[in-house]
């Protein structure tokens, strides 16, 4: 796509953009007056200018990250910097506590300033070394907590057990279909048709069987727009 085009493309994107927000205003109106959903007429004009101006509104919105991510490391910037400061004043308050008044507590009218003692404790540094320990004391069991459920191996587990009823059934109704045509053939664009009503047919089916704490999300249809503008 050549500079020029690119230009006029983004030129006509803008104007778009500002026509569809009259257009989608004109449209709440006719709701509100026809109490109620009122169409209105559409054509291929119309939708490429939508189709626009919903490209121009995208690019506007990766610009607007790109703005707002400076302004974030602008600011992370200036609360690191407070940060960097209040662990400078910590440093010299706790050393006039520690050394100046003798570990005593200070009492301000702002505020107070002591050393707090925090208990010992004791942490684990090398799991593997640990795990040895305990399986030589006959005691690693009783430190092991049962493993997360692999949800990923689950959910295949039973996508792989629908994918293989659907086969069987799809194998048996294409295998009809050939005997039934008289050029003993059917052709793919036919065999993924098959595969869908199969599946639309035996989706219920297997969601009635499914097990307690596993549930089915049913195929749906969404939008999707592919812009040629890069």
């Given at each position: 796509?050549?500079?020029?085009?690119l230009?006029?493309?983004?030129?006509e994107?803008?104007?778009?953009?500002?026509?569809?927000?009259?257009?989608?205003?004109?449209?709440?109106?006719?709701?509100?007056?026809?109490?109620?959903?009122?169409?209105s007429?559409?054509?291929?004009?119309t939708?490429?200018?939508?189709?626009?101006?919903?490209?121009?509104?995208?690019k506007d919105?990766?610009?607007?990250?790109?703005m707002?991510?400076?302004?974030?490391?602008?600011?992370?910037?200036?609360?690191n910097?407070k940060?960097?400061?209040?662990?400078?004043?910590?440093?010299?308050?706790?050393?006039?506590?520690?050394?100046?008044?003798?570990?005593?507590?200070?009492?301000l009218?702002?505020?107070?300033?002591?050393?707090?003692?925090?208990?010992?404790?004791?942490?684990?540094?090398?799991?593997?070394?640990v795990?040895?320990?305990?399986?030589?004391?006959?005691?690693?069991?009783?430190?092991?907590k049962?493993?997360?459920?692999?949800?990923?191996?689950s959910e295949?587990?039973?996508?792989?057990?629908?994918e293989?009823i659907?086969?069987?059934?799809?194998?048996?109704?294409?295998?009809?279909?050939?005997?039934?045509?008289?050029?003993?053939?059917?052709?793919?664009k036919?065999?993924k048709?098959?595969?869908?009503?199969?599946?639309?047919?035996?989706?219920?089916?297997?969601?009635?069987?499914?097990?307690n704490?596993?549930?089915?999300?049913?195929p749906?249809?969404?939008?999707?727009?592919?812009?040629?503008?890069?």
């Open positions: 796509m050549s500079a020029e085009l230009d006029a493309l983004v030129f994107g803008e104007e778009a953009a500002g026509s569809l927000q009259e257009m989608m205003a004109e449209m709440l109106g006719n709701v509100e007056q026809g109490g109620g959903y009122v169409r007429e559409l054509d291929e004009y939708i490429r200018k939508m189709m626009l101006a919903r490209e121009y509104n995208k919105i990766e610009k607007m990250k790109a707002k991510s400076a302004i974030m490391r602008d600011w992370d910037r200036r609360i910097k940060n960097e400061d209040i662990a400078a004043i910590d440093s010299i308050v706790d050393n006039f506590v520690r050394n100046d008044n003798k570990g005593k507590k200070l009492s009218d702002i505020g107070t300033a002591y050393l707090q003692k925090k208990p010992h404790k004791i942490k684990v540094e090398n799991e593997d070394e795990r040895q320990h305990f399986a030589e004391q006959n005691m690693l069991e009783k430190f092991i049962p493993g997360p459920l692999d949800t990923g191996l295949k587990y039973y996508m792989n057990e629908f293989e659907v086969s069987s059934i799809v194998e048996l109704e294409v295998d009809r279909e050939k005997q039934l045509s008289e050029s003993k053939k059917v052709t793919k036919r065999e048709e098959i595969r869908e009503e199969v599946i639309e047919r035996e989706l219920p089916k297997f969601k009635e069987k499914l097990p704490g596993f549930a089915l999300t049913m749906t249809e969404s939008l999707t727009i592919r812009s040629n503008i890069k």
